[in-house]
């Protein structure tokens, strides 16, 4: 059964994504309460040595405070944004915590241990046939093989030409149209990883599937049963 919605945990991933930021904000707050008394030493230095004949204009003095207040309060709306996107992230961690376990579709690359993988062509309006283009983790292709349009999801074996079995490995499989005998486009292959992990990546949500390869979330286009 297929999901559209997005969902994720992970305390030790929650510890690591928000302790940068909080620390950063109680330094840059720290920091700037420290400027903003120097700031008012000087200015208060400045009116009491100016000259009495040629006094500053409180016009100044009004630009100046202005002029720092406006700092002020743009690390502090720095400060409050760090703290929503961070909060946002952690959200998007506990939705999709019950991902794992769980398999997941995606074009991303595809890690096979000699069993059989169930793969989604896309097929291409202007072609007049298409291939499947089976690429290692090297980038070296490794196997080719004609593909129906319209034939829907098909099982990829995992086997060379000569049929012997490919070694266990991360793979990247890719729709290949054809017109003409020309090649016109490629795209990727969508499939289906059982999910390892979920965790905050630069301050999103990702999705860790079977042997190691990192999704963002909002890429995972289903969600179903594992298989076992």
Do not use: C, H
Not at 35 to 56: A, R, S
Not at 91 to 105: F, K, S
Not at 157 to 169: F, M
């Amino acid at each position: 059964m297929e999901i559209g919605t997005n969902t994720l945990a992970g305390n030790d991933a929650l510890g690591s994504a928000t302790a940068p930021t909080l620390g950063d904000a109680t330094s840059k707050t720290s920091q700037l309460s420290s400027d903003f008394e120097v700031f008012l030493k000087m200015l208060t230095g400045q009116m009491q040595y100016q000259d009495p004949l040629n006094p500053v204009d409180s016009t100044d003095y009004a630009t100046q405070l202005a002029t720092f207040s406006g700092v002020e309060q743009a690390v502090k709306t720095n400060e409050l944004l760090d703290n929503l996107t961070s909060q946002m992230a952690i959200g998007g961690l506990t939705d999709l915590a019950p991902w794992v376990g769980r398999e997941a579709r995606s074009d991303a690359a595809v890690f096979f241990d000699s069993e059989p993988i169930e793969i989604f062509p896309k097929t291409m309006g202007l072609a007049d046939s298409t291939e499947i283009v089976v690429r290692n983790a090297a980038g070296e292709e490794v196997q080719r093989m004609p593909y129906v349009a319209g034939s829907g999801p098909i099982i990829w074996a995992g086997v060379a030409p000569d049929g012997s079995p490919l070694p266990p490995g991360m793979y990247n499989l890719s729709s290949v149209g054809i017109s003409n005998g020309e090649v016109i486009g490629e795209v990727a292959v969508e499939t289906y990883s059982r999910v390892t992990e979920v965790r905050i990546a630069d301050g999103k949500p990702v999705v860790v599937l079977q042997g190691g390869i990192v999704v963002p979330g909002t890429e995972i286009t289903a969600l179903r049963d594992g298989t076992g």
